[in-house]
């Protein structure tokens, strides 16, 4: 697969309207601190662009601005975030569509597995 085909699915994927069965909600998946010094819902979440999560990258937000941990996650920001996942995923991040679109664990695709 090329690089180009690689950004064709994910264009495809950012459009889809898809339920989503969004972990962090819960904290099913636990926040992660990035090495950027801001805190995301999941560590799959964690990447170099923060692509689809520049609403929870505001200064204020960052773990130097904040007395606990508790002033980020229980942030309006946070709120609104996920209130997207829950009430309007269509507008949810690309890796939450591509991370988040079933309720099936991971650990358990092993269906999926190529066998040889
Ligand atoms: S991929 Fe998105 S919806 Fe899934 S746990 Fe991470 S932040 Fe939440």
Same mark, same amino acid.
């Given at each position: 697969? %090329?690089? &180009?085909?690689?950004?064709?699915? /994910?264009?495809?994927? @950012?459009?889809?309207?898809?339920?989503?069965?969004?972990?962090?909600?819960? #904290? $099913?998946?636990?926040? %992660?601190?990035? @090495?950027?010094?801001?805190?995301?819902?999941?560590?799959?979440? /964690?990447?170099? %662009? #923060?692509?689809?999560?520049?609403?929870?990258?505001?200064?204020?937000?960052?773990? !130097? &601005?904040?007395?606990?941990?508790? /002033?980020?996650?229980?942030? $309006?920001?946070? !709120?609104? #975030? #996920?209130?997207?996942?829950? &009430?309007?995923?269509?507008?949810?991040?690309?890796?939450?569509?591509?991370?988040?679109? %079933?309720?099936?664990?991971?650990?358990?695709?092993?269906?999926?597995?190529?066998?040889?």
């Amino acid at each position: 697969m %090329t690089d &180009n085909n690689w950004i064709d699915r /994910d264009n495809e994927i @950012a459009k889809l309207e898809v339920k989503l069965y969004p972990r962090c909600v819960k #904290f $099913e998946k636990e926040p %992660t601190l990035s @090495a950027t010094g801001y805190i995301v819902p999941c560590c799959w979440a /964690d990447s170099s %662009t #923060f692509e689809g999560l520049e609403s929870l990258m505001k200064p204020h937000l960052h773990i !130097d &601005n904040v007395d606990s941990v508790e /002033d980020i996650i229980l942030s $309006e920001e946070w !709120d609104e #975030f #996920f209130d997207v996942l829950t &009430n309007k995923p269509k507008e949810a991040p690309l890796i939450c569509k591509k991370y988040c679109c %079933t309720d099936k664990s991971f650990k358990n695709r092993g269906d999926y597995e190529i066998k040889r």
